[in-house]
């Protein structure tokens, strides 16, 4: 009888995780390229276009950096979660919610007041909306052992119910001849890009500066510790002396958090009012997901990994265009790396040996 045995690798080395990530990827590549095979398109071809489409010219590499600062900002705060083992699914309501509270503070005060001041207002504003929707499910699953990835993925769907309640009713814009958006946001409150692209320099320094605080925080710090003794053993974090419930409450102020910033960065920066939820984001938060795991849940490498699914997301565009595929074959191409990601994480940390096993009689 044939039995499957399953132990944990006690002797692993960096090496071993880099190889690790190295087959996961090209295991992940190879599967699309079948993917690719079954709509008729040469997987060579269509690869080669997905990254000369993002790399590959000036205007390519400046909408990939666009792309990657709400993916460096979701992907850091999530590599912090992730490493306590809290699965925070709800990155895409944590960027819409401070897209939400940011744009709320631009049109209001934004007419009364220059931009030095309500810039750096709009963006608290935007961190304080992701942390506040961050914290619903850190207390659901503290106080009443409510699963957070249920209640993440569920905050999802009532975070874009809102967002459309907001500009169909009452945010509805009296310049917009009935479209459901809001006004557009004042002068003082619209993001400065850097000329000839669509980069808003203040959030890219703002992603920037969030990557080395949470790396230091969590490599040289007391919370870092705890956060890494969480994810590693809860029960000896619980009798070791850690608070459970305020590191768990912070690690989702944080993620949730810096998930708001990136949604102030989109409406200020990129659209300049708030429309439908899939037009503020498209999909960064669960493409951030991917990029905290493909960085192996290192802050410090979130810049790397945040960059290449940009070019992919950038990339994608261009092939629906040049080939003809479907809108959904980015999401496609993301999700497969993901599940090749956890699977080589997986063997990574466990050996799988089959054993043959005799019926006894």
């Not at 504003?125 to 409510?146: D, E, N, R």
């Not at 009532?158 to 809001?182: D, E, S």
Request: charged letters at 10%; aromatic letters at 12%; glycine letters at 12%.
């Amino acid at each position: 009888m044939l039995n499957f045995k399953i132990t944990e690798r006690i002797d692993l080395h960096p090496r071993h995780s880099f190889l690790s990530l190295v087959l996961s990827l090209a295991a992940g590549l190879l599967v699309i390229s079948c993917i690719f095979l079954t709509f008729g398109v040469n997987p060579l071809y269509a690869l080669a276009k997905i990254f000369s489409g993002s790399f590959g010219s000036v205007y390519g590499l400046k909408e990939t950096i666009t792309k990657a600062i709400p993916l460096i900002l979701i992907g850091s705060g999530l590599a912090v979660a992730f490493r306590a083992k809290f699965w925070n699914i709800g990155a895409e309501s944590q960027l819409l919610m401070g897209a939400i509270f940011g744009t709320w503070v631009g049109l209001n005060w934004g007419p009364h007041l220059p931009a030095p001041v309500i810039v750096p207002l709009m963006f608290l504003a935007g961190f304080v909306g992701g942390a506040i929707w961050g914290l619903i499910p850190a207390i659901l699953k503290i106080k009443f052992s409510i699963n957070e990835v249920i209640s993440t993925l569920m905050l999802n769907y009532i975070c874009n119910q809102i967002m459309i309640l907001l500009i169909v009713g009452p945010w509805r814009g009296k310049t917009k001849y009935g479209f459901p958006y809001t006004d557009d946001l004042p002068a003082s409150a619209i993001l400065s890009l850097i000329p000839g692209s669509r980069i808003h320099y203040g959030t890219l320094l703002i992603a920037l500066a969030t990557v080395i605080i949470l790396g230091v925080a969590i490599y040289k710090t007391q919370f870092g510790y705890e956060v890494r003794v969480i994810g590693e053993n809860p029960e000896a974090a619980k009798y070791s002396g850690i608070d459970f419930f305020r590191t768990t409450l912070i690690i989702m102020l944080i993620s949730g958090g810096v998930a708001g910033l990136a949604g102030v960065g989109e409406a200020a920066g990129i659209h300049h009012y708030l429309s439908y939820p899939e037009s503020i984001s498209s999909g960064y938060g669960f493409t951030g997901i991917i990029v905290a795991w493909l960085a192996k849940l290192n802050p410090f490498f979130v810049i790397l990994s945040a960059f290449f699914f940009a070019g992919i997301l950038v990339g994608g565009d261009a092939i629906q265009i040049s080939l003809g595929l479907p809108a959904a074959t980015v999401q496609i191409f993301n999700g497969t790396l993901l599940v090749f990601l956890i699977m080589g994480d997986y063997f990574l940390k466990n050996k799988v040996t089959l054993q043959w096993r005799s019926k006894r009689i």
